[in-house]
Structures are given as structure tokens and as C-alpha cells.
């Protein structure tokens, strides 16, 4: 059989280690939780190239309400989520459509300015890596690099595949390329090792349950609940790190936590978190340089082996 096409019982790409019980993760200045936010600031087309894997809209087109409801976030929304991110002591870091910085750059000026942290999150969010070669998603890879330096000054950390598209080689290519942390993979509140070919990549804490789009859009609750569940979120986490470190990542999208009767839910509760003690508030890059630095993949990696080998 083609190993491209190869059955596999998993995924591979990460071997098992329960919790608790793992080497301890310890956060700079003795900080008990990680919290950062994510905000998706993204482009999609009207009338984006076809991928015969998966269609960018749910109607036919011409989609006039799922494109204008989308670019609400990068008309109005985005200023309302980071003036509550402000008052809260928050820097962002975006899930960048790389596209993004030639349509909008004063949105990307006004993120460089406070110096928030960006990562890929494809060129447009209406563009799949699926039945993409391995060349073509590397010269993706290669544009966001470029794109993003050349607008922000900032070398790329961080990678989200466009609308959480992938091929069996995402990871090797990234780890290839540079990239240090991938959010592709919801499996864990501690970042993890990634198994890939070169390099060292880890998963960072990317929620789909604190995200946005699925809160809203897909669980239909209203901002008020959403508030709590991010409290909700927070508070179990943060007595869970008295035994080591944990991540609690907040993914937003500006087009629906920026409306004007969802913003205040939404800043109610990062003030919350940002009320307490022991709480760093920070960037997916801070996260993962940390994470390397006190040798937290070497630990993992030596605790995952020894499990696997029945000698731990």
C-alpha cells in the first residue's frame, strides 16, 4: 500500500502520557496558569479558488450575508475585543490570515503597536491545505513566513492550518520550516512534543470548547453563559496548576465576540482572570519559548519513552 494512503490505527504524531503524574512544568517568576488569547483575524474571499475536499461556504454564491456577517470583525469587532484586551492587561496573539496584511494593514499596525505576538493561520481562511502537495504547502508556508517579516518585523512561531486543514505531512513540514508550536491539536492543557522527521515542534493548548465560533455559532449559548464558561474554565485550571503548569488559550474571532451585545460578557471575564494571583498572562511564543528553555520537552519526551518502555 502507497504510505501516503497507509491505514493507521492513530494519528501517530504524539505518544501517550496521562496526567497527573507527569514532570512538573514550571511557568517564569514561579506563575502558576498560562492564559493567553487568540484572536482570529482572518480574510475570507467571496469567491474563493474551488478544492474539490471542502466548499468555504455553506450556501451557493453569491454568499452577500456569510461574507458581510465575517467582515463585521475586521470593519468594527476587532477594535471593541482589543479595547477590552487592553483594559484587561492582555497581548494577543493572532491567528493570522497572512492575506490580511495587504488588504488591512492598520489592523496588523495597530496589533504590532502593543505588541502582540502573530501566527499563521494560512494565507486566506477560504483556501484548504487539502490535496495540496507537499511543495505547494510548503511555498505557503515559506509566503506566511515572508509575508509576516516583511509587515511586522517578527519571525513566525506559530501555526494553525487554514480552517484546521492538514495532510499527513503538515507537521514534518512545519517543524522543517522553523515552526515552533502548532495549534492543530486539542488533546491536552500542557504543551506537548510533536513526533516529526526534524526539528522540534510542540501542540500548544488551542480550545475548541473556549472558542467563539463554537460556543456561538454551534452550541447557540448566549454571551452571558459563554462568560461563565470561560470563568468555569479558568477556575478548574487554575487549582489543577498548584501540581504544575497549565495553558488556558481563549480563541476569538472578532465577528462574533465583538458584537456590541457580546463584548461586555467577553471583558467581564478576562478581568476576572486578570484579578488574580499567580496568573501569567501571555503569548503563544512566550509559552513555547518557556516550555523549551526549561527543558519541559526533554522531560516529556524522556517521561512518554519510559511509559512506552513500561519502565515509569
Not at 475570507?44 to 455553506?58: A, I, K, V
Request: glycine share 8%; proline share 6%.
Amino acid at each position: 500500500m502507497d504510505a501516503a494512503n497507509e491505514i493507521r490505527s492513530d494519528l501517530g504524531l504524539y505518544d501517550y502520557l496521562p496526567w497527573p503524574g507527569r514532570p512538573k512544568i514550571t511557568w517564569p517568576g514561579g506563575k502558576k496558569l498560562a492564559v493567553w488569547i487568540a484572536p482570529n483575524i482572518e480574510f475570507y474571499e467571496y469567491d474563493p479558488p474551488n478544492n474539490p475536499t471542502r466548499t468555504p461556504w455553506g450556501r451557493p454564491n453569491p454568499d452577500v450575508l456569510q461574507y458581510s456577517h465575517r467582515d463585521y470583525g475586521n470593519r468594527v469587532g476587532w477594535r471593541r475585543m482589543m479595547a477590552a484586551m487592553d483594559r484587561a492587561g492582555f497581548r494577543g496573539s493572532v491567528s493570522l490570515n497572512v492575506a490580511l496584511c495587504d488588504h488591512h494593514p492598520e489592523i496588523i499596525k495597530a496589533c504590532a503597536d502593543r505588541g502582540w505576538e502573530f501566527f499563521s493561520h494560512g494565507i486566506y481562511n477560504t483556501r484548504y491545505v487539502y490535496n495540496m502537495t507537499v511543495e505547494q504547502e510548503r511555498a505557503i508556508i515559506r509566503d506566511a513566513f515572508d509575508t509576516v517579516r516583511n509587515h511586522t518585523g517578527q519571525e513566525l512561531a506559530g501555526w494553525l492550518s487554514p480552517a484546521l486543514s492538514n495532510n499527513l505531512w503538515t507537521m514534518d513540514i512545519l517543524a522543517e520550516a522553523g515552526i515552533r508550536y502548532t495549534c492543530d491539536m486539542f488533546h491536552d492543557d500542557q504543551p506537548m512534543p510533536v513526533k516529526v522527521k526534524s526539528g522540534r515542534l510542540i501542540s500548544m493548548p488551542y480550545s475548541l470548547e473556549m472558542n467563539d465560533v463554537i460556543v456561538y455559532n454551534s452550541q447557540k449559548v448566549t454571551p452571558r453563559h459563554y462568560g461563565e464558561i470561560i470563568k468555569r474554565q479558568f477556575d478548574q485550571l487554575y487549582r489543577d496548576s498548584d501540581e504544575s503548569g497549565m495553558v488556558m488559550c481563549i480563541p476569538l474571532h472578532p465577528y462574533l465576540v465583538g458584537q456590541p451585545h457580546r463584548i461586555d460578557a467577553f471583558a467581564e471575564a478576562i478581568d476576572y482572570i486578570a484579578g488574580h494571583d499567580g496568573v501569567w498572562q501571555t503569548t503563544g511564543r512566550e509559552i513555547a519559548e518557556a516550555y523549551h528553555e526549561s527543558g519541559a520537552y526533554d522531560a516529556m519526551t524522556a517521561a512518554m519513552a519510559a511509559l512506552k518502555e513500561g519502565t515509569r
